[in-house]
């Protein structure tokens, strides 16, 4: 099992997990989950400072490029590098993760948060997504056989 979550959907998918309300084993799932896709939002928020910086010169106070599309250097071509770049995906997948991925799945099929809006597009996103991964794991299992 793995879990593939774009870029511009780690945020939402974060907030989500940490409005769960969750005990035991499944608390501390969640929380280790949350932990990981944090760190990645970390890394993607770096990464995408230093693309923006290849199109923007200007800085503020604290050395973060000014985003403003009117002193774009190249609007479309930044534009069309954000787009592919909030697309790209975070990968959680590794032996360690495996029992992680399933309790999250397991608190998400028996949640009763009452969602709405972007919080419950944002849990059918991500129970959708660890239900893909899933699902192929099943198949590659019985492939296997």
Known sequence: MKLEIKYSELTNVINLLDRLKLRGIQSI?????????????NRVAEEQIALQKEYFDEVDENGLPVV??????????YLKAMQKFLNETVIIDSEESQTMLKSVKEALETSDLELSGKDAYTFEYLYTQLEKTDDSSSEE???KD
């Open 29 to 41: 799932h969640r929380t280790r989950l949350s932990r990981k896709l944090t760190d990645e939002l």
């Open 68 to 77: 403003d599309l009117k002193k774009c250097k190249d609007k479309d071509e």
């Open 141 to 143: 299992k019985s492939e």
